[in-house]
């Protein structure tokens, strides 16, 4: 016993000798691991020595330890999306690194969302386009998709009135789809169709993904043709964070149009009989508008927890004033994303609630166009110090008076929130369900107080005050079950996906107006004080309406993808949907979809021989999508009030049709075919990709002319038509320069659309060969300027074409049989296509820089290879236009061609005269920024920045601003409108803070 005692410390004291020695041998080295961008620590960085003989990983302060040999000579740290870095090991024990983002972006792992799950952008093979949130434009929009503007390759988005606080822009996607229903995209968010666009503060964006293929789209069905635009806000980490955001900004008066003064409107007009002149000096446009216009927006945002159970929650504030000086927006918004993992990794939940207020003033878009057509000479204010009676002029008001006295406002609450729970069963089979609820509630309030001048000055003793309510209640509940599976077996990969949706929709509205109230400060907030709501001297039933509808969608779909060793990738998909918006015959459909790709870059011989390019994928889809954005209840027969009936003495409200019942009604239908090509060379340094697309849409919807009897009604809406789109889509992202202290990006985004009208009829419904639009208000009467033909392009302006002016001022045309003839002794039959309104090109190149910690981007957008009508020049900018009337500078331009028309026989007659190049390319936004990362216990890191929108635009177009003038939709490329929204400079200055 005492011997083995002896025996077993001998061998304690040689192993305590053994690890003395060993660890004389080691070292352990220590350090902080962060982004050289914010600043911010990163987690799970990998620390490697170059013999691999140890290894490490950082924890949520970036922080790691690790224990080397002697002999190691250096440091590796790798992270997903970063560059590595191999680091000398020096006889300092501490080592503090930071990582810069990877420019292969290819090589990295870049998750994409393509609906119902997420993919390796490696492994997509359809047209998708995704869109990081640091990669969008530094804007103070009222809409966060504004950020997104010519980020996309085919994804138009426009706003016609961007300096009204409360505008929304028009978007979309490769082109016109449809004559009758929606032509927008759908949304979703968080994986929820339907959500409140602008209930996102762009701040929580985390990226955006874009479906364009008709593959990708097919998964969503009936709402697929328009495209599916993908939204995924940011979630919580078990890093504890908070951030802030704010920023002013300041909108000043661009490319505005320029009417006559006072001295030149009595040099010009005065003199020739075409005004009179009142004696006072008044510049209109500068008097209702606000320049600069404010706005404000702070955000904060929290985030933190744990691995298993993590929050992200932020808050924003908004106010912002319009350039004219009515419109404002104040608006709160919130957002909560809670996510819980149980300890065994069974259930994950998450929770997701979004509410928004928003109180606005409504712009009176038609008031700047008031003030440009208002004599300069005419005071404001009459003697006795009141608002001026106005009766002249085109719209015979006074603009200072209807944007002070005159309200409009809304008050709007939304509220996004849902709830999802996962069940892993397996490692590889998991289900899950998400119920939700998307609501928004709208008041709108009007309010004419009974002191405008034109009330007065007319003595009126009824409808003197004005006040109406509306309020509108949208609410959409969903319920979604999906289940994945996936399945390796050697090289072969599956994932399949099953799943089923619910979707229940209702609108209700009711609205209530009155007039004569005792005093002007009820607003309206009396309605009942009123004396003119009912009774045989009063409104009747105008006085008050309410109105409820709903409609259902049900979806069952599937999706399989399946790949054989990262080189070959298939993909196919199936969504069986109804919806009780079809016909009786109609209620369900089938959305087939597949697309395959194939990753030329990864097989061997390639490798061997091209190994400079690092990423070669072929791929093509095919896709049927469709389009249900209509109206509700329209192939059913309905009933509506049909006058009243006399029946002893007493007047009853009878009922008859409304409307034909079609048993066949179905959505339209979209056949799309997209081959496109993602490359990445040069280690990244360049990447990009090509796409070529076709969509057939077909069974388009429309009224028809039908016969009475057997119909009760003279037509029918129903599917006929058919209309094609094509074009080509190309995208560029170049590293052009990449060094220590000095970077350059450069992003090109460019897209070709050409659109084909095939048919208006089918063998049911005739419905002729062309349909005539975009027609012109009075004065005057301009009718249609142009034609939807059967073989030819949305937004052909169809018009007379000119000849020029004769010695008189006259206008002359081209007749029919060619001959030259002033434009009052032309008639419809001599019209001719002589334009079109729909732009071939839409490009934009991003420019990105970083010297140090400065950081600049110029981002340039341009449109080209389209026709503008010049409506304002129309109607405003010749010496014949109305008298009294104020007119634009170009009248009076001996360089102008406005300038020959004098002669008011042709005044009012539309001609390819006032067609002019719409091309233009825009400064659009230039930002600079300059980050500070610091070493504070309270503070990591600060941004101040500053960013211009709207700079410069380059074009030959007279008529203000070419991009006020919509390029989306059935008339691309004219204003169908008198009213006119000037753009606007906008300058922004920033703070961005981490803590």
Not at 132 to 148: F, Q, R, W, Y
Not at 260 to 281: H, M, T
Request: with cysteine; hydrophobic share 35%; proline share 3%.
């Amino acid at each position: 016993m005492h011997k083995n005692f002896i025996y077993i410390m001998m061998l304690c004291c040689f192993l305590c000798l053994y690890t003395g020695t060993a660890n004389a041998q080691t070292r352990t080295i220590s350090g902080v691991v962060t982004d050289n961008t914010d600043g911010a620590p990163l987690l799970g960085v990998n620390v490697t020595d170059n013999l691999k003989s140890a290894v490490t990983t950082t924890n949520n302060k970036g922080y790691f330890t690790i224990s080397v040999s002697a002999n190691a000579k250096s440091l590796s740290f790798s992270y997903i999306g970063y560059d590595t870095r191999n680091i000398a090991i020096t006889s300092a024990n501490t080592i503090n690194i930071t990582l810069g983002s990877s420019a292969n972006q290819l090589n990295e792992v870049v998750v994409v969302s393509v609906g119902y799950g997420t993919l390796d952008k490696r492994e997509v093979s359809s047209s998708i386009t995704h869109v990081s949130g640091k990669d969008l434009l530094t804007v103070s929009a009222n809409n966060p998709l504004m950020s997104l503007q010519g980020k996309v390759p085919g994804l138009n988005i426009t706003n016609t009135a961007s300096a009204d606080p409360n505008s929304s822009p028009r978007i979309q996607l490769r082109g016109v789809s449809s004559r009758s229903a929606g032509l927008g995209p759908l949304y979703i968010i968080n994986g929820v169709p339907g959500g409140n666009i602008d209930n996102i503060n762009q701040n929580d964006i985390e990226s955006i993904d874009v479906l364009k293929g008709g593959a990708a789209s097919a998964i969503y069905g009936t709402r697929g043709s328009n495209g599916v635009i993908i939204i995924t806000t940011k979630k919580g980490t078990a890093q504890s964070q908070m951030f802030y955001d704010g920023f002013t900004s300041f909108d000043y008066l661009n490319n505005k149009l320029e009417n006559l003064s006072a001295e030149e409107f009595i040099a010009n007009r005065v003199q020739n009989k075409q005004g009179q002149n009142y004696g006072a000096q008044t510049n209109w446009l500068n008097e209702v508008t606000r320049s600069p216009a404010f706005a404000q927006k702070h955000t904060v945002q929290f985030s933190g927890g744990s691995a298993k159970t993590n929050y992200f929650a932020s808050a924003d504030y908004r106010n912002a004033e319009g350039i004219d000086l009515r419109a404002s927006k104040r608006e709160y918004g919130a957002r909560l994303n809670i996510n819980h993992t149980t300890d065994n990794g069974m259930f994950v939940a998450t929770l997701t609630a979004a509410p928004r207020y928003m109180n606005t003033s409504n712009a009176d878009q038609g008031n700047f166009n008031n003030a440009l057509t208002l004599n300069p000479t005419y005071p404001i204010f009459n003697n006795a110090g009141k608002y001026n009676f106005i009766n002249t002029g085109f719209f015979s008001n006074n603009p200072v008076e209807n944007a002070n006295l005159i309200k409009s406002q809304s008050e709007i609450k939304e509220l996004d929130i849902n709830g999802s729970l996962k069940m892993n069963i397996l490692s590889n089979l998991s289900t899950l369900v998400t119920i939700s609820q998307i609501s928004r509630s709208g008041k709108n309030l009007n309010f004419s107080p009974s002191t405008l001048s034109s009330i007065v000055n007319a003595n009126r003793v009824t409808q003197t005050n004005f006040a109406s309510q509306e309020q509108r209640e949208d609410d959409q509940k969903n319920i979604e079950w999906t289940g994945n599976y996936g399945l390796d077996l050697g090289k072969n990969h599956f994932k399949l996906l099953g799943g089923y949706s619910y979707s229940l929709y209702n609108y209700k509205q009711v609205y209530a107006q009155n007039y004569d109230f005792p005093f002007d400060t009820y607003l309206w907030n009396n309605l009942g004080s009123g004396l003119y709501n009912g009774g045989a001297a009063g409104q009747g039933q105008n006085a008050v309406s309410s109105t409820q509808n709903g409609s259902t969608l049900i979806a069952f779909f599937g999706r399989l993808n399946y790949d054989f060793d990262n080189r070959y990738i298939l993909t196919a998909s199936l969504r069986r949907e109804g919806s009780s918006k079809f016909g009786a015959n109609n209620k369900w459909g089938n959305f087939p979809a597949i697309s395959g790709a194939w990753r030329v870059s990864e097989e061997t011989f390639f490798k061997e021989k091209l190994p400079w390019i690092n990423e070669l994928k072929v791929r093509a889809d095919y896709g049927v999508t469709g389009n249900q954005d209509f109206g509700n209840y329209l192939s059913l027969l309905l009933y509506g009030g049909a006058g009243y009936f006399p029946f002893n003495g007493q007047y009853y409200q009878v009922y008859g049709p409304s409307s034909n019942v079609n048993p066949n009604l179905s959505w339209e239908k979209s056949e799309n075919l997209n081959m496109g090509i993602d490359f990445s060379i040069l280690k990244g340094r360049l990447s990009g990709s090509v796409d070529y697309y076709t969509r057939k849409n077909k069974d388009l919807l429309g009224n028809y002319n039908v016969s009475v009897p057997p119909n009760t009604q003279a037509t029918t809406f129903t599917n006929v038509g058919t209309m094609k789109n094509y074009g080509i889509e190309l995208a560029l992202t170049g590293q052009i320069i990449k060094k220590e202290n000095f970077e350059y990006t450069a992003n090109l985004a460019l897209s070709y659309n050409k659109n084909k009208f095939i048919s208006f009829s089918n063998d049911l419904y005739q419905g002729g060969t062309f349909q005539d639009v975009a027609g012109l208000p009075a004065p005057g009467s301009p009718g249609n300027i142009q034609r939807i033909q059967e073989g030819h392009s949305i937004g052909e302006f169809y018009t007379l074409r000119s000849a020029g002016v004769n010695d008189a001022g006259a206008l002359l045309v081209y007749k029919k049989d060619g001959s030259v003839v002033p434009a009052n002794q032309a008639n419809n039959d001599d019209k001719q296509f002589v334009g079109n309104g729909l732009p071939k090109f839409i490009a934009s190149m991003g420019n990105t820089f970083r010297y140090k910690q400065f950081d600049l981007g110029i981002f340039l957008r341009g449109t080209f290879g389209y026709k503008i009508f010049n409506t304002s020049a129309f109607y405003l900018g010749t010496p014949s236009s109305q008298t009294d009337a104020n007119v634009l500078q170009s009248a009076y331009d001996s360089g102008s061609k406005y300038s020959l028309l004098k002669s008011t026989s042709t005044t009012s007659i539309a001609s390819d005269y006032f067609l002019e190049n719409g091309s233009f390319l825009k400064i659009d936004n230039v930002s600079l920024g300059y980050r500070q990362n610091l070493n504070i216990k309270y503070l990591k890191s600060f941004r101040i920045y500053a960013a211009g929108r709207n700079l410069h635009t380059f074009t030959k177009y007279t008529g203000g601003d070419p991009d006020l003038v919509e390029v989306n939709g059935l008339t691309p490329g004219v204003n169908t409108s008198l009213n006119y929204y000037p753009s606007t400079l906008q300058l922004i200055f920033g703070l961005q803070v981490n803590f």
